[in-house]
């Protein structure tokens, strides 16, 4: 993968992780813990310093700024 794109499998992994989350963070009501679970995060708070450093900005956040646009 690597030689054809330059980037490595973990990158497109962490890319498409991500979008998840966010898809989920705006167009479901399921509890943060539930996403988390769902993605297969170990716990709440791995999701969040995934998604934080993803996002820069905690899960919550996100799903705060969507609702107040």
Known sequence: MRKT?????????TGLL??????L????????QTIADTLNFSDQSAFGK???GNA????????NRAVAK
């Open 18 to 23: 991500h979008a998840e989350a966010c898809r």
């Open 5 to 13: 794109t330059g980037k490595t499998a973990a990158y497109f992994i």
């Open 25 to 32: 963070l705006l167009h479901t009501d399921l509890p943060i």
């Open 56 to 63: 820069g900005v905690s899960p919550q956040q996100y799903r």
């Open 50 to 52: 995934f998604f934080k």
